[in-house]
Each structure stands twice: as structure tokens, then as C-alpha cells.
């Protein structure tokens, strides 16, 4: 009989253990969701990585405003023929690329390499095509798709997913990166975790940087043996060691000469050569990740889903125009005001949103859910900001107008207008309004009927100044 008591206490400290150990492990996460905000602060990004071929800039995932949203923000500046090293994230992110041009890699694991690189004759005749020289004598090669970039671009990149970003143009390439650390797909805690497999931060910076949270942007060959590692690999272990290296270099490194890819436009003119080729891609994948629209344009007016000749334009990027989004839970949505025009006054009612300044300037107000403006500054390029949901937020551009970009934290956002067509307002009876507010019944109509032949933007008002102001 003792002995069955005490195997019970044992089972019990062991159910009790593993139960506190899982409490911890989702405590943090939980405590991220308690979003209680005195004041939403714009913010620059908090730390500044020098390397060797470019800029890494990172905003602190720890504030308060970002452990609300469970969000986080990176922003690469990449020079000339520069290279970001390839690398991958434990959480989902949407690319926004400010600024050049360049090739962006993605590579999922188990795709096959569909892209092949030319023979030495035929890459000097698509190099006289392209006005470009790629060296000739080189082996050929496979490899999966590269993409070309540019500026207004967006990027939809898996958790775990390995990218790379080459700047082929002649000047700065800039991309702003949103992570949705609370994401699902990430299990670990709410973290920017960068795991690179090539280069890093050298170890004596990573000593300096100890007690960081951003400290494990480092080479994940590090870990391993290297005798280990080439057997793995079946290499010599010269070779393992150069795969390991941590260079001074850092994280963006220059390329010693300049390189070129087959992109999607040249492999169709390849193509249109030659048939069986084709038809040999076709035929042989199949409609999954591997072929996944993973990019869209948010620059492209045509394709604008709100738009006001007087207020400026809005492009929304959801599930319906990349169906990749629907597995992520993420969005987008890229505005563009003109002079002294106005946003809407509303709230989100499915998502956290963390706001980037593109160009411009403007009046930033919000409110939190109990009445309190938590938010009024005027805002400017460079600038970042969260708005938790449900908090009614209000935007008036400046002089020169105001552009942004938006990522949000679902993958079909809704917003409630609080003015204008949509209004709550023209939803409610008169009298309805009437005692609510203490008015009289003309007061009540106006207040149905302001606003009525306009959505989200509003045009400046009578009194002042507007110049258009269209990119």
C-alpha cells in the first residue's frame, strides 16, 4: 500500500512538473497579448548592424507597443552588388521592398531545382540579349526560382524559409521586413530569431552583445563538429571550415564580381525556344508551395481598391489576391493621401497593425479601448507604429501628402469605418442617435448623411489647402 502512495506523489510531481513547465512555456506568450498602453510611441530602430556590404536595422521586439502585437520589424539597406547571406526565420514575414531592385531567393525544402543555369554558348547569347557578361567556362547549374524585386514590391515568406537578396542595380536597395512572431507557425517565444548559413555576427561582437535579445543572428554551422559535419556532407574538412567561418564581413557582404540569374523573363524567351523544355516543366510539377504566388506589386494604381481623384488611393493585399495568405494569417495594405486628405476614422476588428512611413508627413491620432488617446504625433518617413486592435486610430496627411505601408496580423482584415458611406452611423435609426447623444433630429440626419459619398478617403475640407501630390 506505501508503495503504490508513493508512486502516486511521484506521478504526481511528474504530471505537476511537466504541467508548470508547459504554463512557462505559453506564459510568455500570454502576457504578450496583454496589451495594456498608456502611450503608442513611434519608434527608429534600436539597433544598427554595420557589415561589410551594407546596413541591418532592427527594432526592438521587446518595447511594449511590439510584445502587444506579437510583432517585429527588420529593414535592410543593401548596396551595389551587394549580397544578404542566406538565412531563415522561425517566423512568417511579409517583405516590402522600399527602394532598387535586386534578385530575392527563396528556397523551400523537397521543390525541385526548375531553373537551370545557361551553357557557356548560350549564356553569351542571352548575355548580349541582357547587356550583361556572365562569365563563360562556368558548369552548369540548377537551382530554384529567383525572382526579380523592385521597388513597391511585397513578399510573402514561410516560417523556416531560406532567403537570400542580391542588389544588381546602382543604388541602395531597401527592404522592410514585418515578422508575426506570435504566428502559430512559430513555436518558440516572441523573439526575432535570424539563423544564417553563411556568415554572422562574429563572436567577438556576439560577446559584447550578450545579454541581447538580437544575439543569435549567427552561422548555424557554428554548432556542429566539424569532422561531423564533413561526414555529413562527404567534403573535405577544409571545406566544412569555410562554411563556418563568421567573417568580418557580416551580414551583407560584397560580391566579387557581379552576378547574374536566370530570371522568369529570360527562361520564357528560353522556353518559347524551345518547346520540349517546356512542356517538360509543365508536365512535371505539380500546383503547391513550390509554385505558390508569393508576390504582388502595392504600387500599381490600376490595381488600387479604394481610390479618390481629390483624397489619393489605397492597394489592400489579402488571401483573395495571394491564396499564400491564407496559411500564413498576415496582410497588407499600402496608401497613398494626398495634401491635407484624410484617412477614415476606425478600428480593426480582426487585427494588430504595425504602420511604416514610406514618404511624407502626417497627423497620427489614436485611441485606446477606454477613451484615452494613447497616440498624437506628427509622423514621418522612417517612422513605426502599432495599432492594437480595436483602437479607433485617425489620419491627416500634410503639405506634401503621406505615404505608408500597413502590415497586419490576419490574412481578411475588416475595418470599421466610424464615418462616411459605410458609417455605423447610416446604419442606426434616428432616434436611435437622437437620445444617445442628447441631439435634435436635424442634428441626428446630419450626422447620418455627412461624409455620405465617400468611403475611406476623404478629400481635404473647403477651408484648406490641397495640392495633389501623386508618386
Not at 508512486?7 to 504578450?32: D, K, M, N, P
Not at 508575426?180 to 544564417?196: A, K, P, T, V
Not at 493621401?337 to 484617412?343: C, D, E, R, T
Amino acid at each position: 500500500m506505501a508503495t503504490r502512495v508513493v508512486l502516486a506523489i511521484l506521478l504526481c510531481l511528474v504530471a505537476c512538473g511537466s504541467s508548470s513547465q508547459l504554463h512557462e512555456r505559453h506564459s510568455f506568450r500570454e502576457e504578450a497579448q496583454q496589451c495594456r498602453l498608456d502611450r503608442i510611441r513611434s519608434m527608429p530602430p534600436s539597433r544598427r548592424i554595420e557589415s561589410e556590404g551594407g546596413i541591418t536595422e532592427l527594432w526592438d521586439e521587446a518595447e511594449e507597443d511590439f510584445q502587444c502585437a506579437g510583432v517585429a520589424a527588420v529593414r535592410n539597406i543593401i548596396r551595389p552588388n551587394c549580397l544578404s547571406l542566406p538565412k531563415f526565420h522561425s517566423s512568417p514575414m511579409l517583405i516590402y521592398i522600399e527602394q532598387g531592385e535586386g534578385f530575392l531567393g527563396l528556397n523551400y525544402p523537397g521543390c525541385a531545382e526548375t531553373y537551370e543555369a545557361q551553357s557557356a554558348q548560350s549564356s553569351r547569347r542571352s548575355s548580349r540579349r541582357m547587356g550583361r557578361r556572365i562569365g563563360a567556362g562556368k558548369e552548369d547549374d540548377q537551382h530554384q526560382k529567383v525572382r526579380r524585386v523592385r521597388r513597391g514590391d511585397m513578399i510573402v515568406v514561410p516560417a523556416g524559409t531560406v532567403q537570400w537578396c542580391h542588389n544588381d542595380g546602382g543604388q541602395d536597395l531597401i527592404a522592410i521586413a514585418f515578422l508575426d512572431l506570435n504566428n502559430e507557425d512559430n513555436q518558440l517565444d516572441l523573439r526575432i530569431r535570424g539563423s544564417f548559413l553563411a556568415g554572422g555576427i562574429p563572436r567577438e561582437e556576439r560577446r559584447e552583445l550578450r545579454g541581447s535579445k538580437n544575439n543569435d543572428l549567427v552561422n548555424i554551422f557554428s554548432g556542429f563538429d566539424q569532422e561531423f559535419l564533413a561526414q555529413a556532407y562527404n567534403v573535405p574538412t577544409d571545406l566544412v571550415r569555410k562554411m563556418q567561418e563568421e567573417r568580418s564581413s557580416g551580414l551583407i557582404v560584397k560580391c566579387d564580381e557581379q552576378m547574374s540569374f536566370l530570371t522568369p523573363e529570360e527562361e520564357e524567351e528560353e522556353l518559347s525556344e524551345s518547346p520540349s523544355r517546356r512542356e517538360e516543366i509543365s508536365n512535371g510539377l505539380e500546383e503547391t508551395i513550390c509554385t505558390a504566388r508569393v508576390q504582388h506589386n502595392m504600387n500599381t494604381q490600376r490595381e488600387a481598391d479604394v481610390y479618390s481623384r481629390e483624397a489619393g488611393r489605397v492597394n489592400i493585399l489579402n488571401q483573395l489576391k495571394l491564396p499564400i495568405l491564407r496559411f500564413m494569417g498576415m496582410s497588407a495594405e499600402k496608401g497613398h493621401l494626398f495634401s491635407n486628405a484624410q484617412y477614415n476614422l476606425h478600428w480593426s476588428m480582426t487585427d494588430h497593425r504595425l504602420v511604416y512611413v514610406v514618404d511624407g508627413e502626417a497627423n497620427f491620432q489614436i485611441s485606446d479601448d477606454y477613451g484615452n488617446q494613447v497616440f498624437n504625433e506628427r509622423v514621418s518617413r522612417g517612422n513605426m507604429f502599432v495599432i492594437p486592435q480595436f483602437y479607433p486610430a485617425l489620419v491627416q496627411a500634410g503639405q506634401e501628402g503621406f505615404e505608408w505601408i500597413t502590415f497586419k496580423t490576419s490574412n481578411q482584415p475588416m475595418k470599421s469605418p466610424i464615418a462616411g458611406y459605410t458609417s455605423f452611423f447610416r446604419a442606426l435609426p434616428l432616434q436611435l442617435l437622437e437620445q444617445s447623444f442628447q441631439i435634435t433630429t436635424a442634428e441626428a440626419q446630419q450626422l447620418k448623411q455627412t461624409r455620405r459619398q465617400h468611403t475611406f478617403l476623404f478629400p481635404p475640407s473647403s477651408g484648406s489647402s490641397s495640392r495633389r501630390h501623386r508618386s
